[in-house]
């Protein structure tokens, strides 16, 4: 009913930059929340950055990544500045979905893309 297709990983260079997309599509109200949260080899899937009433990010990345929304779009970006092979993992989106005037958002998440960054 809902798919979020993340768009922008790949293999980069400590010290370089790339900016993940996201684009909610389907039976869409409204989205509540949008996010991005990554896991990497062997460690639990953690939150990057959270954009809903407020912005938050991860300690690990505050001064480095930013979040935003395009609304109309029902997209969610992450700008991801100064990377350092610690960030290296799959990055997830995730989105709260509202489907209908009555219903509550709904926890939708996207497949996943590969962000390697090297040293």
């Known amino acids: 009913q809902v798919q979020l297709v993340e768009s922008g990983g790949g293999l980069v260079q400590a010290g370089g930059s790339l900016r993940l997309s996201c684009a909610a599509s389907?039976?869409?109200?409204?989205?509540?929340?949008m996010g991005w949260y990554r896991q990497a080899p062997g460690k639990q899937r953690e939150l990057v950055a959270f954009s809903g009433g407020s912005i938050n990010y991860a300690d690990t990345v505050k001064g480095r990544f930013t979040i935003s929304r395009d609304n109309a779009k029902n997209t969610v970006y992450l700008q991801m500045n100064s990377l350092k092979p610690e960030d290296t993992a799959v990055y997830y989106c995730?989105?709260?979905?509202?489907?209908?005037?009555?219903?509550?958002?709904?926890?939708?998440w996207g497949q996943g893309t590969q962000v390697t960054v090297s040293s």
């Open positions: 389907g039976r869409i109200f409204s989205i509540n929340f």
């Open positions: 995730n989105a709260g979905v509202v489907q209908t005037r009555e219903s509550i958002p709904y926890p939708y």
